[in-house]
């Protein structure tokens, strides 16, 4: 038990601090004790319940959630954006405008960023401000030709996020995924095609998304993949796909053909790239997101409160 005297003196020293502002230093010279002295009897103040800190934010939550998300997965941040009551495309563009002010609070000083594709990540783009930033290339990790939703290809991402920083990009002329892994390797080959994919293997930065070819597939919707090729990956194990390769419940590549008809980056190429961005939103990707984060492809994840919640064990 604390006696009067040392409770007087406790409540004066935290009186000073938390409702005068004092510094510590400035209390230590008013009293006639050394810096560290006031440093152990604030947090015996706390400890004695004299002094309760509460933080009056509502995004509080967010915070702690994060770093419950961070803590579980071994990630070096995560960002929980709380937009559970908006809608859909609500949602993604709130994501987008976040994900857009991490880029350019983080990695001022990045040179060659990767960018992958998908709806999210055009939200990240078409967010992201127009500035000066010459010295930077956008190199896109995944090929992107057609007609269906042009907007969200790799290419176009490159291309519009180049133009926002005033900076350059790099164009890979070829389909995401081929009808065959003859054609494949022919496109590969092919010097435009394999100067990009090497510019890709050298990125300082790679910003993806995250895909689910079960529910609501985009890249079902571009025609990408068939009723039959889902069919297929069900059973070969797929939960989910980054820069159209799909992987397992456990980060794991799937032994499938459709991996080996992919142009762009291997799952073992993103992992070696030194900070890798995952842009997320939907709990219709929860199986997907889990797989990418057991395989430790992703550093920073950038996600809505509600799927951040999902992704924490019961």
């Given at each position: 038990?604390?006696?009067w ?15 005068k ?46 770093e ?21 495309e ?6 987008g ?32 401000p ?14 992107g030709?057609?007609?269906?939703q ?8 490159a ?59 985009t ?36 032994n ?15 992992k070696?790239v ?41």
């Open positions: 038990m604390l006696s005297e040392e409770r007087r003196q406790l409540v004066k020293v935290a009186s000073f601090y938390y409702i502002g004092f510094t510590q230093e400035q209390i230590a010279k008013k009293i006639g004790v050394s810096r560290p002295v006031i440093s152990k009897q604030l947090q015996k103040a706390k400890d004695y319940g004299i002094v309760e800190v509460f933080i009056k934010d509502e995004t509080v939550h967010t915070v702690e959630l994060e419950k998300v961070e803590e579980c997965y071994g990630l070096k941040d995560v960002v929980v954006v709380p937009v559970s009551d908006q809608y859909l609500m949602r993604k563009k709130v994501i405008q976040v994900a857009a002010n991490y880029i350019i609070k983080n990695f001022r000083n990045v040179r060659r960023i990767g960018i992958g594709w998908g709806s999210t990540l055009a939200e990240l783009v078409r967010e992201y127009y500035e000066r930033r010459e010295d930077v290339k956008i190199i896109p990790l995944v090929g030709m057609g007609s269906q042009v907007d969200i290809h790799a290419n176009q991402l291309y519009e996020l180049a133009k926002k920083m005033n900076g350059s990009c790099s164009y890979l002329y070829a389909p995401a995924i081929l009808d065959s892994e003859g054609l494949r390797n022919r496109l590969v080959n092919m010097i435009d095609v394999k100067s990009v994919l090497e510019e890709a293997r050298k990125v300082d930065l790679a910003l993806v998304g995250i895909g689910n070819p079960y529910k609501e597939s890249l079902e919707k571009i025609g990408y993949i068939k009723e039959e090729d889902i069919e297929d990956l069900r059973k070969s194990g797929a939960v989910g796909d980054i820069s159209s390769r799909f992987l397992d419940s456990n980060g794991r590549p799937i499938h053909p459709i991996n080996d008809k992919v142009i762009g980056t291997t799952l073992d190429e993103i070696e030194p900070v890798v961005v995952g842009v997320v939103e939907g709990t219709n990707k929860l199986e997907s997101i889990r797989g990418a984060l057991r395989g430790n492809y992703l550093d920073v994840l950038i996600i809505d409160e509600v799927s951040a919640s999902a992704l924490l064990p019961d």
